[in-house]
């Protein structure tokens, strides 16, 4: 059984940095491609950044040069460093296993002074 746990959410002010963890159990966490999504209300979920099994990363326009994800495979964990904060970045963020499709249960990042 796959789970995924997402910690790390907060409120912080404009410009204030965070990092999120999503610690992974019950799979082989190494061999799988892992994401970063963000729900703000009344908007469809997004995808913020991924990075594969083997580490190659992709950004999400919004967030290119703010945020960064990586992961450890020894602590089954990836996280995703977000630096710069803005309101705009006010959301509930979603860690995502790819294929088979999983998801966490979500951690709360509001933005606001």
């Known amino acids: 059984q796959v789970q995924l746990v997402e910690s790390g959410g907060d409120l912080v002010q404009p410009g204030g940095s965070l990092r999120l963890s999503c610690a992974a159990s019950?799979?082989?966490?190494?061999?799988?491609?892992m994401g970063w999504y963000r729900q703000a209300p009344g908007k469809q979920r997004e995808l913020v950044a991924q990075?594969?099994?083997?580490?190659?990363?992709r950004y999400a326009d919004s967030v290119k040069g703010r945020f960064t994800i990586s992961r450890d495979n020894a602590k089954k964990t990836m996280y995703l460093q977000m630096n710069s904060l803005r309101p705009e970045d006010t959301a509930v963020y979603y860690c995502?296993?790819?294929?088979?499709?999983?998801w966490g249960q979500g951690t709360q990042v509001t933005v606001s002074s």
């Open positions: 995502k296993l790819f294929n088979p499709s999983s």
């Open positions: 019950g799979i082989i966490f190494s061999i799988y491609d």
């Open positions: 990075i594969t099994s083997v580490g190659s990363t």
